[in-house]
């Protein structure tokens, strides 16, 4: 939703989404808001435990089928499994996202990658449509005053107009913008620790013609899992910027990482919001 910074001070009930890749700091942000009267609503915990917990424990079971000693366990009921997901522990999620590769090396196969993507999408679109519903909890339920949607940062690729109305609806969209040097400590971060990542699938099909004939490989299964995630994040970094930007300049506002380190606590960064209504973007 569009305010003046006056509006914005008034505004009660504060709602806002957190727009922006992961590592900008939307997740450390939101944390730091929950101890004060903020509820953190997590995209990513909600697509685990609601809209991905039964293929996740799916992906899980068939792997400890694989195991003598489990899978006797399991096809006789005297074990279950079930998923420990928390807002500061996704693993589960990203490990079901998985990388696209080598099975010797732990990645998938191209049909199966694309089976997760697409149900990645969905939930993550599901997960959204869910805000509403949340903030009234937030209030009425569990007693707290405002809200903050820590979105994923596969947002911004999920073509889907519905969902940013619905969030421009009821919420003030932000977009945390990486400067320079934070974009290249994302991308080194992404080389040094390569993590599953969501694409669109054309964008990913068209990547991966380019890859394979740049490195030569005939296969889907000669990818290195890593190695592919590493050459993707910046061509995904920098392909994610003007989809932010849009977004930004449509529903929303746009703030720089190096403006949010400046706000060392809650006032801080809702002067910081201020500001930023009152430059008008």
Not at 57 to 74: H, T
Not at 81 to 103: A, T
Not at 180 to 196: C, F, G, T, V
């Amino acid at each position: 939703m569009k305010l003046s910074a006056k509006d914005f001070k008034a505004w009660h009930n504060k709602s806002i989404t957190l727009l922006g890749m992961s590592g900008v700091g939307k997740t450390r942000l939101a944390v730091r808001l929950r101890r004060r009267n903020w509820f953190h609503y997590s995209g990513d915990y909600r697509i685990g435990t609601r809209y991905l917990d039964e293929p996740i424990l799916d992906n899980i079971k068939v792997q400890a089928m694989q195991v003598p000693f489990l899978r006797e366990l399991l096809r006789t009921d005297s074990i279950y499994i079930r998923n420990n997901i928390s807002v500061d522990n996704l693993q589960p999620v990203s490990s079901f996202l998985g990388k696209l590769g080598n099975p010797e090396k732990g990645g998938l196969g191209l049909a199966e990658f694309k089976r997760r993507q697409a149900l990645h999408r969905a939930a993550e679109i599901a997960a959204m449509k869910d805000v509403p519903e949340f903030i009234d909890k937030a209030h009425v339920i569990y007693g707290y005053r405002h809200f903050v949607n820590d979105a994923g940062g596969s947002l911004c690729e999920l073509d889907d107009p519905e969902v940013l109305r619905l969030l421009e609806e009821h919420t003030l969209i932000l977009y945390i913008k990486a400067t320079e040097h934070d974009e290249q400590e994302l991308i080194k971060r992404a080389e040094e620790d390569p993590k599953p990542l969501y694409y669109r699938e054309q964008f990913l099909d068209e990547q991966l013609a380019v890859y394979l004939r740049e490195t030569g490989a005939a296969y889907v299964a000669e990818i290195d899992p890593d190695e592919f995630v590493r050459w993707m994040f910046p061509r995904l970094f920098y392909s994610r910027v003007p989809r932010y930007e849009a977004i930004a300049g449509k529903y929303g506002y746009t703030l720089t990482t190096d403006e949010l380190a400046q706000a060392k606590d809650e006032s801080g960064f809702l002067r910081l919001i201020e500001r930023v209504l009152e430059r008008g973007g």
